[in-house]
Structures are given as C-alpha cells and as structure tokens.
C-alpha cells in the first residue's frame, strides 16, 4: 500500500476486478449520503467512502471505522442516479478490511459461533423448552439436530479461510 | 414444486412463535411444507457477507444444494435468509465462474449446486401472488380491528432489480396482506428507513442501531399504530428488544405477518409463541 494519501493504482485495480466499474460513475452528487439512515445518527457519509474508493486510498477506507455503519440497506443503491453498486462497492471493502485485520471482537465472535454451531444464535434451554410447549420439535431440523452437517459448514469456512483470517488478524 | 421450510436462526432459536404460527396458517392455507434437513444459518448477509463474499455465498449454495436434494423450492419467513439465499442463487445462475468454483468446494461434500435448480421463496411474497385472496379471507375467523404499522425490513424488496416484488419505495404487497385481515395499514414518515439492525450495526454499533430503531419507533408510535407487523425476524428482534432497550413506554407489540394471520385464523395465541416477546402482545382484536 502507498502512502495514506497517494492514490494506490493497483489497489483500485483490484476493487474493479471484485465489483466492476460502477465506482468510477459516481459523480459525488450525495444522493446516498442524504438516504442513508445510519448516516442520519452518525458521521459516516456514503458519498465520501466512494470518493475515497475512486481515488484508490485503501490505508484510509480500510482502519475506518465508517466502513462498518452501512446497515447495507440498499436505500442509497436503488437511488443512485449513477447506477453505482454502492452496497457491492462497500461489501467488497469490508472484505479487504477483514483480511487486513480490521475487524471488530463483537463481529470475530458472530463468526466463531457461526464455526461452532452453524447458526449465529446459540440456543438455551428456555427455547428449547418453549419450542416444545409450542408443539414444535425441541431442536429444529438443522446442523443442531445433525452433527455430519455441521462438519458440512465447518468444512466450507475451512476452504474459505475465513476462520483462519479472523485468528491470524 | 413443494416447498422446503428454511427456518434460520431467530425465528427458532428467539422468536419460535413466528415458525409455529407459519407452520400453523399454512397447513390451514393448504400448503404443504417439509422441513430442510441439515440446514445452517442462511449465513446472515448483513455480517457474513461483509466478512468474506465467497464463505457466504458457498454456505448459501449448500443449503441450496439441500433443497435440490429434496427436490423443493425453498421457502423463508426472514429477509435476511431470503436476502442471502435469493441472491446467492441468482449470483449462482449469472456467473459460471462463481459456479465452478462454490461447486469445487461443495465437491468435498458430495454436493453440487445446479444454476436455477431451485426457486427462492419468501413467506409474504408466496402468500401474496401465489394464494389468492379469497383463499386467504376464507382461512380467516375474525376481522382484526387493529391499525397497524407494517415494516417491509430492507432485504425482502431489495435489491428490486433482482428481487423484482413490488416498488421498493412505495410497496403496497404487505400491506395488502395485512388489510386482508380487517386492520388497516398506517401511513408514516420513513416508512420504508431501515430499522437499524442490519449490515453488521447491531453487532459493532449497537447505539448507532438503536438510534434508527428509535427514530422508527417515535414516528411509529406518533403514527398511533396498535401493533408492528414485519416480515423478518431479526427487524422484529430489533423492535421487540429495541423497545424495551430504550426504555421508554412505546409499548408497540410486534408480530411477523405469519403471527397475525394466526390471530385472525384464531389460532390459540399459546401456540403463536408471544410469551418470547419483551414487549407484551395485548392486542384487543
């Protein structure tokens, strides 16, 4: 990576190759930054982490912590007057930012019981016994009831690495 | 083609009213459900695909492949699950290289997932184009007297160039469903905002999510709605637990469409699991 604030070519280059060109479209007009809900509570601005994605400023986009309130509603996308894929364009981001170690605990813990359990809620014995008051079975007809299924999951977050990039950051 | 129920993770595992109450008005619909053996998490779009598009996408496709397997379509009552599946079968069915390599993976499985093998279906969207409305007012027992705020969540409508329901900014298909019962929908500002728990904002910025689901919540209730019906478990967990959250007296329940429509089949509303709810479901209808 360039400087913080030297445009990284090659960088850019690989955002295009992940998510197409749209992110060149956009001509700053703030349509997404004036939709986005989250942007109504806090500082972060849509607009701006494009600009910053078209200027190809990865040591900027990447540590930010503005990256992570999208709530990817998608409100921003279907206004866009540029066709962007706005929500692609942050996804793709997000992405990188994993694997260069930027990732919250609250978030590494969301994909350990995803590894653990197959399922990102853990069950109790409250729910279980809810269930059954309710006629339904106490554990449901998922990788809970079925532990070569589960094995399933782990084996494809294994091949993705996605576990192994949360403990190497 | 039958239809495979796809549970995910807070329908059973937090709110197991809304599956009850699904499994409930459909067998008086007429609609014959199996249960999706082996399933996982769909895995949640808003988090798992902002970690890494290819886990995401690989997970969905093996749940796919699950439905294949059992030779139905695959239906949810959560627009997360629909978010990730729909999209993930579409990516699927558009790009063979994305194809060839979840399909190097699920290899390992003994499983392989085939473009446009199986349809997508999302409970409010099945009811609404597939169920006609006769069909549906003749299931019903009572008329609800109820004004209602209806929450369509964000990843049931979109992306609308895929998903392709109704107009993403002025839906009218929940709202149809929910007038079918007797209550009426409400109009109110920012109807269609988001309720702030998607994208991985619950989980990293949990006041940033509690604002959005405040600013629904003062319109909700200013709007005078006596109920929040949603379509998506986890915009009803952000309701329900967002209330009591916040402290204030809003006092809104919040059903999924699947639990209202119990109501007017008048269901036992024992078996629509409102006892999980923080916020009571006193509902004089």
């Known amino acids: 990576m360039a400087a913080d604030n030297v445009p990284d070519t090659a960088w850019k280059s690989t955002l295009i190759d992940d998510v197409g060109e749209t992110v060149n479209l956009c001509f700053q007009c703030g349509t997404c930054t004036s939709s986005c809900p989250s942007g109504r509570m806090t500082a972060f601005r849509t607009r701006q982490i494009l600009r910053m994605a078209q200027f190809g400023l990865p040591e900027l986009i990447l540590p930010s912590d503005d990256l992570w309130y999208c709530t990817t509603c998608y409100t921003c996308y279907e206004r866009c007057p540029r066709g962007v894929e706005i929500v692609g364009i942050i996804t793709s981001l997000r992405n990188m930012a994993v694997r260069a170690g930027f990732m919250s605990e609250a978030h590494k813990d969301l994909v350990k019981t995803l590894y653990e359990t197959g399922h990102l809620i853990p069950t109790s014995d409250k729910i279980m016994a809810l269930r059954k008051d309710l006629g339904l079975d106490e554990v449901p007809h998922t990788v809970l009831r079925d532990k070569e299924a589960l094995k399933q999951v782990q084996y494809i977050m294994e091949q993705t690495r996605l576990l192994m990039i949360i403990k190497e950051s | ?15 197991p009213g809304i599956e ?23 895995p949640a779009p808003g988090v798992t695909r902002s970690f890494d598009v290819k886990t995401w996408v690989t997970m969905a496709a093996r749940n796919i492949a699950l439905a294949e397997r059992q030779g139905q379509n695959i239906m949810t009552v959560c627009n997360g699950c629909f978010g990730s599946l729909f999209e993930s079968a579409h990516l699927l069915g558009e790009d063979p290289a994305l194809l060839r390599d979840v399909n190097d993976i699920l290899e390992g499985l003994n499983m392989t997932v085939t473009p446009h093998g199986v349809e997508v279906r999302h409970f409010a969207e099945f009811l609404a184009k597939d169920v006609s409305d006769n069909t549906i007012k003749k299931s019903f027992k009572r008329k609800l007297d109820l004004d209602v705020a209806v929450h369509y969540g964000c990843h049931f409508l979109k992306p609308s160039k895929i998903k392709q329901l109704d107009d993403p900014e002025r839906p009218t298909m929940v709202d149809k469903l929910v007038e079918l019962t007797g209550a009426r929908s409400l109009e109110y500002k920012d109807k269609q905002m988001c ?33 929040i019906v949603d379509v998506c478990p986890f915009c009803h967990l952000q309701y329900d637990k967002g209330q009591k959250a916040l402290g204030k007296d809003y006092d809104i329940p919040v059903l999924h469409l699947a639990q209202l429509y119990g109501l007017a089949m008048d269901i036992d509303p024992k ?15």
């Open chain 2, 1 to 15: 083609m039958d239809l495979a129920f796809f549970v995910g993770c807070i329908a059973p595992l937090r709110y």
């Open chain 2, 20 to 42: 009850s109450a699904t499994r409930e008005v459909l067998e008086r619909l007429g609609v014959s459900i199996r249960d999706l053996e082996g399933a996982s998490c769909c």
């Open chain 2, 195 to 227: 309720c702030g728990a998607g994208g991985g904002v619950r989980a990293r910025h949990p006041d940033t999510a509690l604002a959005m689901t405040k600013a629904k919540m003062d319109i909700i209730k200013e709007a005078g709605a006596d109920c």
């Open chain 2, 271 to 285: 078996l629509l699991g409102f006892e999980a709810h923080d916020i009571p479901v006193k509902l004089k209808v």
